[in-house]
């Protein structure tokens, strides 16, 4: 049973905008933690984008600036905004969702974001 879905990748240019998309339900539900991974070739997986249940925000460094999360918590969906994309964005990006009070977590499977003239 998938847990989270998620959308929006794709290839762009450099300078271009993308919007991904994280829907969680069934036993994801309802999400507590909400944030982006990201996981390019040769590299570890490093967190992008946490967004609290109250709405908290981080960010990496690396996106300040560019990137901006957002849930919406009645849905249970979290978003990622990706302005100014630079080729060092491109990954495979990942959902993942904490259960509200649990230590549940769960995954996307992962979406595609290459950058690339």
């Not at 570890?44 to 300040?64: F, H, I, M, P």
């Not at 999360?69 to 060092?88: C, E, G, I």
């Amino acid at each position: 049973q998938v847990q989270l879905v998620e959308s929006g990748g794709g290839l762009v240019q450099p300078g271009g905008s993308l919007r991904l998309s994280c829907v969680a339900s069934g036993s994801a539900r309802p999400a507590g933690v909400m944030a982006w991974y990201r996981q390019a070739p040769g590299k570890q997986r490093e967190l992008v984008a946490r967004v609290e249940s109250n709405g908290n925000t981080n960010y990496a460094d690396s996106v300040k600036g560019r990137f901006t999360s957002s849930r919406d918590s009645a849905k249970d969906t979290v978003y990622l905004q990706m302005n100014s994309l630079k080729p060092d964005d491109t990954a495979v990006y990942y959902c993942y969702v904490r259960r509200l009070f649990s230590n549940a977590d769960y995954w996307g499977q992962g979406t595609q974001v290459t950058v690339s003239s």
